[in-house]
């Protein structure tokens, strides 16, 4: 949902702390960083250094985001799946994230795109359902122009002019022909959704909400970072990568329960064997649909 990429970063494996903190830069970093080329790469870059945080953030907010997502795109066609994946991918499910574009709120909305889809401020496009229900809506008609998950995802990133531009030079339809005539974000974008679709989502079904990794604190009136990390003993600049740089009365602070332990490496990686099976976006996927129950299609 950006108008330019924000700066490209590296897998920080094997840089310092404050290095790697550096590197990551401001939230909603989180889609911005490292060379991420398949889904499999996907899995490495999300269980490396701070981003297991920004992950387990992302697992904490959607305890009391998600009913509200799914209420609001309920009948919209769009896989429950692909929708928590583009949360957790452009905000970690924080509605106060803010990039440099102009996007706000959980689905980064840009003031153009939001405003046709009916968010005309920045508080709406930051409201949980009304940017849930517009960024429903705004994927199911992707997929209409475009006919696969893939090329939605990427036109949501890159917009669809773009796509559509890379289809006509490529002459053909699908996400492997013309993603290399994409952005480098868009190129990494589409299997970083795929892969919290497949893998993540499952975690959050399971009953996960990261709370072995981070804590939640509301925020009150007159809160800074500065003053809730020297309260809670927490490093400021991981703070700021979890949460962004400005605080508002009610947001949900996530704070890591201990040291992050960026420079000790990634968590034990499952192999290839161990891994979830990776749906493709263009088949069988749980839609969001009116009532209680999910339904396959």
Same mark, same amino acid.
């Given at each position: 949902?950006?108008?330019?990429?924000?700066?490209?970063?590296?897998?920080?494996?094997?840089?310092?702390?404050?290095?790697?903190?550096?590197?990551?830069?401001?939230? %909603?970093?989180?889609?911005?960083?490292?060379?991420?080329?398949?889904?499999?790469? @996907?899995?490495? +870059? +999300?269980?490396?250094?701070?981003?297991?945080?920004?992950?387990? @953030?992302?697992?904490?907010?959607?305890?009391?985001?998600?009913?509200?997502?799914?209420?609001?795109?309920?009948?919209?066609g769009v896989p429950e799946e692909l929708? +928590?994946?583009?949360?957790?991918?452009?905000?970690?499910? =924080?509605?106060?994230?803010?990039?440099?574009?102009?996007?706000?709120?959980? +689905? /980064?909305?840009?003031?153009?795109?939001?405003?046709?889809?009916?968010?005309?401020?920045?508080?709406?496009?930051?409201?949980?359902?009304?940017?849930?229900?517009?960024?429903?809506?705004?994927?199911?008609?992707l997929h209409s122009a475009f006919g696969?998950?893939?090329?939605a995802l990427a036109a949501y990133n890159?917009?669809?002019?773009?796509?559509?531009?890379?289809?006509? /030079?490529?002459?053909?339809?699908?996400?492997?022909?013309?993603?290399?005539?994409?952005?480098?974000?868009?190129?990494?974008?589409?299997?970083?959704?795929?892969?919290?679709?497949?893998?993540?989502? %499952?975690?959050?079904?399971?009953?996960?909400?990261?709370?072995?990794?981070?804590? $939640?604190?509301?925020?009150?009136?007159?809160?800074?970072?500065?003053?809730?990390?020297?309260?809670?003993? @927490?490093?400021?600049?991981?703070?700021?990568?979890? =949460?962004?740089?400005?605080?508002?009365?009610?947001?949900?602070?996530?704070?890591?329960?201990?040291? %992050?332990?960026?420079? =000790?490496? %990634?968590?034990?990686?499952?192999?290839?064997?161990?891994?979830?099976?990776? $749906?493709?976006? =263009?088949?069988?996927?749980?839609?969001?649909?009116?009532?209680?129950?999910?339904?396959?299609?």
């Amino acid at each position: 949902m950006r108008d330019a990429p924000p700066a490209q970063v590296h897998d920080g494996r094997h840089l310092a702390p404050r290095l790697l903190i550096l590197l990551i830069g401001l939230f %909603p970093g989180l889609v911005a960083a490292g060379e991420v080329t398949t889904v499999d790469d @996907a899995r490495v +870059f +999300f269980s490396t250094g701070v981003r297991r945080l920004i992950v387990a @953030a992302g697992l904490a907010r959607a305890r009391s985001a998600w009913p509200v997502i799914r209420t609001s795109a309920s009948g919209s066609g769009v896989p429950e799946e692909l929708l +928590f994946g583009v949360a957790m991918c452009e905000s970690a499910f =924080n509605p106060f994230a803010a990039s440099s574009a102009g996007a706000d709120g959980v +689905f /980064q909305f840009t003031p153009d795109t939001g405003a046709a889809y009916g968010l005309r401020c920045r508080a709406e496009r930051r409201r949980l359902a009304t940017s849930a229900a517009a960024a429903a809506r705004h994927l199911a008609d992707l997929h209409s122009a475009f006919g696969s998950w893939e090329l939605a995802l990427a036109a949501y990133n890159c917009g669809a002019g773009r796509v559509s531009q890379a289809l006509a /030079q490529a002459g053909g339809t699908e996400w492997a022909v013309i993603r290399h005539a994409l952005p480098r974000e868009t190129r990494e974008y589409v299997p970083r959704v795929q892969y919290v679709a497949a893998a993540i989502w %499952p975690r959050y079904l399971a009953g996960e909400r990261g709370d072995d990794k981070v804590r $939640l604190l509301v925020a009150q009136p007159g809160d800074t970072l500065w003053r809730i990390a020297r309260t809670e003993s @927490a490093d400021l600049r991981v703070l700021r990568v979890l =949460n962004g740089r400005l605080v508002h009365a009610g947001q949900e602070i996530a704070v890591p329960r201990a040291d %992050p332990s960026i420079a =000790n490496g %990634p968590d034990r990686i499952p192999e290839a064997h161990e891994s979830p099976r990776i $749906l493709p976006l =263009n088949g069988p996927l749980t839609k969001v649909a009116s009532g209680s129950g999910a339904r396959r299609v």
